[in-house]
């Protein structure tokens, strides 16, 4: 169905093109609050399981304490881990890209304080790291 448009569409239309005036920038408030955000990474690079966690969980208490929104956690992808040739390691959690969130995952008092945990990035293959959004603080 083709709709005919209105001569007062037309008026309007021919109005806002010839106009000079500036468009108000919708965005600007989105924008601005976006800069505000504060954001912090860590990174786990060469860490050992138990401190990686460790490390993991003062770093988010920390950050949500210091109203920081999101965090940025770097393991690396495990490609290098020499856990692999261990037979008596389970090739996914002795790797930091997959034992870090798993451990976010199974502590109710981190977990108490995240809004989102990226998963899908933590599946990616190609990607060493991961996002987290924390709630905020009351």
């Known amino acids: 169905m083709i709709k005919k448009i209105s001569d007062k569409d037309k008026k309007d239309?021919?109005?806002f093109i010839y106009n000079n005036?500036?468009?108000?920038n919708k965005d600007k408030e989105i924008q601005k609050d976006q800069k505000n955000l504060k954001?912090?990474?860590i990174d786990l690079h060469g860490y050992t399981l138990d401190n990686a966690n460790k490390a993991i969980n003062d770093?988010?208490?920390?950050?949500?304490l210091e109203g920081v929104v999101n965090i940025k956690v770097i393991t690396?992808?495990?490609?290098?881990?020499?856990?692999?040739e261990d037979p008596y390691l389970s090739t996914d959690l002795s790797i930091l890209k997959y034992s870090v969130p798993n451990y976010i995952k199974n502590n109710s008092d981190l977990m108490k304080k995240i809004k989102e945990l990226d998963f899908d990035s933590v599946n990616d293959i190609s990607q060493g790291t991961f996002d987290i959004?924390?709630?905020k603080k009351l």
């Open 76 to 84: 690396g992808k495990g490609s290098r881990s020499k856990n692999k």
């Open 133 to 135: 959004l924390l709630k």
């Open 39 to 41: 954001k912090k990474s």
């Open 21 to 24: 005036e500036k468009l108000e």
């Open 13 to 15: 239309w021919q109005k």
């Open 59 to 64: 770093f988010i208490s920390k950050c949500f």
